[in-house]
């Protein structure tokens, strides 16, 4: 059973940047795409970022400009670089991981942004 850890949420004001990160609890071959969703309160779960196995990548455009997201395929780890904080940026977020047809998830981080 693949666990992904998820860690780097936190409390900051806006303007203020977090990073995020999301490691899977063993080696996994054949990754495909690895990628971050949020959910806010009351809204459903949106994807924030996607990035492919050769690094292709992929934006929501409310985080276009702001936000990064990069992967470290050894360690089977993804990153995502947040600037520019927005309190709309309040969310819970998500990693998932394709492998072959299955998609993993991360347990969810708590991101809060302060006006």
């Known amino acids: 059973q693949v666990q992904l850890v998820e860690s780097g949420g936190g409390l900051v004001q806006a303007g203020g940047f977090l990073r995020l990160s999301c490691a899977a609890s063993r080696r996994i071959f054949s990754i495909n795409a690895m990628g971050w969703y949020r959910q806010a309160p009351g809204k459903e779960r949106e994807l924030v970022a996607a990035?492919?196995?050769?690094?292709?990548?992929n934006y929501a455009d409310s985080v276009k400009g702001r936000f990064t997201i990069s992967r470290d395929n050894a360690k089977n780890t993804v990153y995502l670089q947040m600037y520019s904080l927005k309190p709309e940026d309040t969310a819970v977020y998500f990693c998932?991981?394709?492998?072959?047809?299955?998609?993993?998830w991360g347990q969810g981080t708590q991101v809060t942004v302060s006006s």
């Open positions: 998932y991981l394709d492998q072959s047809v299955h998609r993993y």
């Open positions: 990035i492919t196995r050769g690094g292709s990548t």
